[in-house]
């Protein structure tokens, strides 16, 4: 939601969970466990990349005890050991050895690549442009392709260097219309599940629980 949609909306999901409201979160979540554990051959393939993905990316880290920890439903949707062991690499040593030019695209939203780690990205890299985008998320190119391929022009006409110029320009262009549907869908639940009477989410939460 934080990610897709932004803070307002978030901060009107989590006033509907403290009112005792869960109907959309329960969907939301649904719904993002279907999409994350869904295998489509050459998409989405968790059996494959899972192991590298935890065991060496360490997607379940040791939650933080936060409320909000992405680590924690990461760690729930694992099919196998969800276990960090090691990064088979020394990725941040090698960098300041790569020779070509780069372009460091980070979300301000990014809750898997934060923009610190962008930031750092680009300071090791000799040859790099960072991009900030303060409303995009994580993976750009599912939600903001628009922007991602201009980026891509930009770099292929040799307009890398012009880009941090047009961060603003960028981040402005729409999301994907996929995107841009969930987003309505969520705002306009929300809405709706704020009017209805406390009643009927405890006696859907009590159906459930018996």
């Not at 201009?150 to 603003?168: D, F, M, Y």
Request: proline letters at 9%.
């Amino acid at each position: 939601i934080y990610e897709l949609a932004g803070p307002d909306v978030l901060r009107r999901q989590l006033d509907l969970l403290l009112a005792g409201h869960d109907w959309l979160w329960t969907a939301v979540g649904v719904g993002t466990r279907l999409l994350l554990e869904r295998k489509t051959p050459y998409h989405q393939e968790p059996d494959l990349v899972e192991r590298i993905a935890y065991r060496e990316l360490n997607y379940g880290a040791a939650p933080d005890g936060g409320p909000l920890d992405p680590a924690v439903p990461f760690r729930e949707m694992a099919t196998g050991d969800a276990e960090f062991v090691a990064e088979p690499y020394d990725l941040p040593g090698s960098l300041p050895g790569f020779g070509w030019p780069t372009v460091v695209v980070s979300g301000g939203r990014d809750l898997t690549t934060p923009p610190a780690i962008a930031r750092r990205v680009a300071q090791l890299l000799p040859s790099s442009v960072l991009i900030e985008l303060p409303t995009a998320g994580h993976s750009m190119l599912d939600s903001r392709e628009r922007a991602a391929l201009q980026i891509c022009r930009a770099v292929c006409s040799g307009a890398a260097h012009e880009l941090p110029g047009r961060a603003a320009e960028l981040d402005a262009l729409p999301a994907n219309l996929t995107v841009r549907l969930m987003v309505r869908a969520v705002t306009l639940a929300a809405r709706a599940e704020a009017v209805v009477p406390d009643v009927l989410p405890r006696a859907m939460r009590q159906l459930r629980a018996s």
